[in-house]
């Protein structure tokens, strides 16, 4: 500013003293020459601001690719379970049915009841015939050692017969040999007696020797000829002694030989007790079927879950005959078909949320697991690539998300829901 301009002036005039300021004059209207400063003024404010909205964009850019590039999402997604179907295991007539369609049910709770009185009989039976089986089993048991001592007692028995008789066999014919010697001595006396007899006679007739002489002498021959006869007779009792002991010997010989089988019959009988101790667990083992059968006409839920019927009362069932079904809603996991290119960083563990398209809510959960294959490859006619016409498809595979515990309290998701997972890779 030049000395010579009015607020130089003005200044001067207030400093001095005893002097009162002069009126200070408007300022004129600004005059052409200064309006394109004043425009650059705006135009160089609307070139920061564009910067500055530029840079802004980058930086949300930069943000917003942070973000989308942290997780994978996909809509080809479902709540899915595992059905638990509830069929008979016997045949029978349904008496009760106790649940209704899409009833909440606990584990363990009946649902069906068939008609017991069959199988109360057949267990009936079944204690009946066990305790015919445990009672031979008991007996033959008993007999058992009985048959063992006693087959050891006629073996001794019949062994200590067989050693008499054949003693007996033995003295016998010492006997008969000496009843044939006897009779060899009586022959040679009784000869000797005839010869005396026959010559006393001739000497008697001539009065060569006394009536005396030839009496004695006809006596000796006549007590020689008996000697004989008894001599033979105490043979022909001997011989009869022989074959007496003979048979005897042949008697106990056959008893020893038949207590000799003892053994083999305690073995038998040792036998037929292990069958009759296997016929007692056959026996336990019917009793124990019959009992399960009985048990099966109470049809109990497996898990806890809505149940879907397709029973009524009246209903003749056969065994493998499905009757309900239970969907554990408690058990839903979530399938998410990704594409395999958004599997590069997906990995065992990583958080998800899953939002479910009919309530709105959304479920925190986790990966739980990557399935082996690609859906197709588990349809009943999986696609041939080796073909001409082949076109590259991006595949989809099925990444298995499980619910944090206690997400869905409420039973809320159903099996069959559209939702949409979102899997945070990092």
């Known amino acids: 500013m030049s000395p010579s301009s009015p607020e130089h002036d003005v200044a001067a005039t207030i400093s001095a003293p005893g002097k009162e300021p002069p009126a200070v004059p408007e300022a004129p209207p600004p005059t052409n020459n200064e309006t394109p400063a004043r425009r650059r003024l705006p135009k160089r404010r609307r070139t920061y601001l564009l910067a500055g909205a530029v840079l802004l964009v980058l930086v949300a850019g930069v943000f917003l690719w942070r973000y989308l590039s942290s997780y994978e999402s996909t809509d080809d997604a479902q709540v899915d379970v595992h059905l638990y179907p509830v069929s008979a295991r016997i045949s029978g007539h349904v008496v009760k049915v106790n649940v209704e369609d899409n009833q909440y049910v606990e584990k363990g709770t009946v649902l069906v009841k068939i008609d017991p009185k069959d199988y109360e009989v057949a267990v009936a039976q079944a204690r009946a015939n066990l305790a015919n089986a445990a009672a031979t089993a008991q007996s033959l048991n008993i007999t058992v050692p009985i048959?063992?001592?006693?087959?050891?007692?006629?073996?001794?028995?019949?062994?200590?017969?067989?050693?008499?008789?054949?003693?007996?066999?033995?003295?016998?014919?010492?006997?008969?040999?000496?009843?044939?010697?006897?009779?060899?001595?009586?022959?040679?006396?009784?000869?000797?007696?005839?010869?005396?007899?026959?010559?006393?006679?001739?000497?008697?007739?001539?009065?060569?020797?006394?009536?005396?002489?030839y009496d004695t002498a006809l006596a000796a021959a006549k007590s020689g000829t008996a000697t004989v006869e008894a001599a033979h007779?105490?043979?022909?009792?001997?011989?009869?002694?022989?074959?007496?002991?003979?048979?005897?010997?042949?008697?106990?010989?056959?008893?020893?030989?038949?207590?000799?089988?003892g053994p083999q019959q305690v073995s038998s009988t040792r036998a037929r007790a292990k069958a009759a101790i296997a016929e007692v667990e056959q026996k336990r083992a019917a009793l124990e079927q019959a009992e399960l059968n009985l048990q099966y006409t109470m049809i109990m839920a497996p898990v806890s879950g809505e149940v879907n019927k397709t029973v009524v009362e009246?209903?003749?069932?056969?065994?493998?005959?499905?009757?309900?079904?239970?969907?554990?809603?408690?058990?839903?996991?979530?399938?998410?078909?990704?594409?395999?290119?958004?599997?590069?960083h997906m990995r065992v563990g990583?958080?998800?949320?899953?939002?479910?398209?009919?309530?709105?809510?959304?479920?925190?959960?986790?990966?739980?697991?990557?399935?082996?294959?690609?859906?197709?490859?588990?349809?009943?006619?999986?696609?041939?690539?080796?073909?001409?016409?082949?076109?590259?498809?991006?595949?989809?595979?099925?990444?298995k998300i499980v619910l944090e515990p206690g997400?869905?309290?409420?039973?809320?998701?159903?099996?069959?829901?559209?939702?949409?997972?979102?899997?945070?890779?990092?």
Do not use: C
Request: aromatic share 4%; glycine share 6%; charged share 20%.
């Open 350 to 399: 990583q958080p998800a949320k899953v939002h479910v398209d009919s309530s709105g809510r959304t479920y925190k959960g986790h990966v739980d697991s990557v399935a082996g294959a690609t859906g197709p490859l588990f349809s009943l006619l999986p696609p041939e690539n080796a073909t001409g016409n082949y076109v590259k498809i991006v595949q989809r595979i099925p990444v």
């Open 233 to 261: 007779a105490n043979e022909a009792a001997a011989q009869e002694t022989v074959r007496q002991a003979r048979s005897r010997l042949q008697g106990a010989q056959a008893n020893q030989r038949s207590a000799e089988t």
């Open 314 to 344: 009246g209903l003749n069932v056969q065994p493998g005959q499905q009757l309900l079904t239970v969907v554990p809603l408690e058990e839903v996991w979530i399938t998410a078909n990704f594409k395999e290119t958004q599997l590069r």
């Open 147 to 213: 048959t063992s001592v006693s087959t050891e007692s006629q073996l001794k028995s019949a062994t200590s017969d067989v050693e008499s008789a054949t003693a007996g066999l033995t003295a016998a014919e010492k006997q008969l040999v000496a009843a044939q010697a006897q009779v060899e001595q009586a022959e040679a006396n009784n000869v000797k007696a005839q010869d005396d007899l026959h010559r006393y006679k001739a000497l008697v007739e001539k009065d060569e020797v006394s009536q005396q002489t």
């Open 407 to 426: 997400e869905n309290r409420d039973r809320q998701l159903r099996p069959g829901m559209n939702v949409v997972p979102r899997v945070y890779l990092r």
